[in-house]
């Protein structure tokens, strides 16, 4: 956290021209604009907490939806506060999952169908931006950009609708690299275990509509936060602006140069803001703004998410042991 806080600091310092003249919207930002956008970000993250929920239903098996929302929010928080926060994230939920007895292929599935999920629903967002502002994306997006788009959602696509084949093979060849010190047939033996056991896992067609509907809301709801930011500083940039200078930043959150994308984020969206047509200084009060709730908020209800887990692991190690005790009785 405090690297974090760091960071920032360094990063506001070295745009101290732009952000004189920033006092203004931040003084004058109605109050009903914030409940609503840290409303809309509460719902990005039951949004995002919803993809693991029905891609678990897929999976015949049945986790509390509280309790993904909590492991969702700690998660996010732990890769918003270290560099490489990506893979420290995806560790964290994996271990979640695992306390929650989710096996460990299943688990695995899930975090593959998520991450697979939430990328197809970016593109897509991309995708519908473009298509509701034709006008100026006619003069944008080229037909080369749109073959490209085509083929990164067919990819996903297959992705999505052949993810058992996708994990059994990464599962063959992650047991493969780990036994192959044991020797070469030791090693085929324990891929070839790990294959067969991730084979047997089918995910429902329907549960996985529904989570990749879900992870849309989850970009849908970041989103409209931005909007409401770009509203409230009086920025008037096109539809498709917005929607491609989220694109961007939502895939500069996930480089690994700073937590959370923390300065990448903020450059890159603020460059594409006034790129599309935006003026500086409202553009970076409003992303500015925006990073406020999507980032900064999800800090603290990420650690206040990762207490409650404790707490009531906690409990629930009471009652074992008292039910231990008295059996012992």
Same mark, same amino acid.
């Given at each position: 956290? @405090? =690297?974090?806080v760091?960071?920032?600091? &360094?990063?506001?310092?070295?745009?101290?021209?732009?952000?004189?003249?920033l006092?203004?919207?931040?003084?004058?930002?109605?109050? +009903?604009?914030?409940g609503?956008?840290?409303?809309?970000?509460?719902?990005?993250?039951?949004?995002?907490?919803? $993809? +693991?929920?029905?891609?678990?239903?897929?999976?015949?098996?049945?986790?509390?939806?509280?309790?993904l $929302?909590? @492991?969702?929010?700690?998660?996010?928080?732990?890769?918003? +506060?270290?560099?490489?926060?990506?893979?420290?994230?995806t560790? &964290? %939920?994996?271990?979640?999952?695992?306390? /929650?007895?989710?096996d460990?292929?299943?688990?695995? /599935?899930?975090?593959? =169908?998520l991450?697979i999920?939430?990328i197809?629903a970016?593109?897509?967002l991309?995708?519908?931006g473009?298509?509701?502002?034709?006008?100026?994306?006619e003069?944008? *997006?080229?037909?080369?950009?749109? !073959?490209?788009?085509?083929l990164v *959602?067919?990819?996903?696509?297959f992705?999505?609708?052949?993810a058992? /084949? *996708?994990?059994?093979? %990464?599962?063959?060849?992650?047991?493969?690299?780990?036994?192959?010190?044991?020797?070469?047939?030791?090693?085929?033996?324990?891929?070839d275990? !790990?294959?067969?056991?991730?084979? /047997?896992?089918?995910?429902?067609?329907?549960?996985?509509?529904?989570?990749?509907v @879900?992870?849309?809301?989850?970009?849908?709801?970041?989103?409209?936060?931005?909007?409401l930011?770009?509203?409230?500083?009086?920025?008037?940039?096109?539809?498709?602006?917005?929607?491609?200078? &989220?694109?961007?930043?939502?895939?500069?959150a996930?480089?690994?140069l700073?937590?959370?994308?923390?300065?990448?984020?903020?450059?890159?969206?603020?460059?594409?803001? *006034?790129?599309?047509?935006?003026?500086?200084?409202?553009?970076?009060?409003?992303v500015?703004?925006?990073?406020?709730?999507?980032y900064?908020?999800?800090?603290?209800?990420?650690a206040?998410?990762? =207490?409650?887990?404790?707490?009531?692991?906690?409990?629930?190690?009471?009652?074992?042991?008292?039910?231990?005790?008295?059996?012992?009785?």
């Amino acid at each position: 956290m @405090a =690297g974090t806080v760091g960071l920032a600091i &360094y990063f506001l310092r070295s745009k101290v021209v732009e952000l004189n003249g920033l006092e203004h919207y931040f003084a004058t930002l109605d109050l +009903s604009y914030v409940g609503l956008a840290v409303f809309l970000e509460l719902l990005s993250l039951a949004a995002y907490a919803a $993809v +693991s929920y029905y891609l678990i239903r897929g999976m015949q098996r049945r986790l509390p939806f509280v309790k993904l $929302v909590l @492991a969702s929010s700690a998660s996010t928080a732990l890769g918003n +506060s270290v560099p490489f926060g990506a893979a420290a994230s995806t560790y &964290y %939920f994996y271990h979640r999952l695992r306390r /929650l007895s989710l096996d460990p292929s299943r688990s695995a /599935l899930v975090l593959a =169908g998520l991450n697979i999920l939430t990328i197809l629903a970016l593109v897509v967002l991309a995708v519908v931006g473009a298509l509701g502002d034709q006008g100026q994306a006619e003069g944008l *997006v080229s037909p080369i950009d749109m !073959a490209f788009l085509a083929l990164v *959602v067919g990819l996903l696509l297959f992705m999505v609708f052949k993810a058992e /084949l *996708v994990v059994s093979r %990464f599962a063959y060849w992650v047991n493969y690299l780990k036994s192959i010190r044991k020797g070469r047939a030791e090693a085929v033996r324990a891929a070839d275990e !790990a294959r067969a056991r991730t084979q /047997l896992i089918k995910i429902g067609r329907v549960e996985t509509a529904f989570g990749f509907v @879900a992870a849309f809301l989850n970009w849908l709801f970041d989103l409209a936060v931005l909007f409401l930011m770009l509203h409230s500083t009086h920025s008037q940039v096109s539809l498709l602006g917005v929607v491609l200078s &989220y694109s961007v930043g939502a895939l500069a959150a996930n480089l690994p140069l700073t937590p959370g994308g923390l300065g990448v984020v903020e450059g890159s969206m603020a460059v594409a803001l *006034v790129a599309f047509g935006g003026h500086e200084v409202p553009a970076i009060a409003a992303v500015v703004l925006y990073r406020l709730f999507s980032y900064w908020l999800l800090l603290p209800l990420g650690a206040i998410s990762h =207490g409650v887990i404790k707490y009531f692991e906690a409990r629930q190690g009471e009652k074992e042991d008292g039910l231990v005790t008295s059996n012992e009785i």
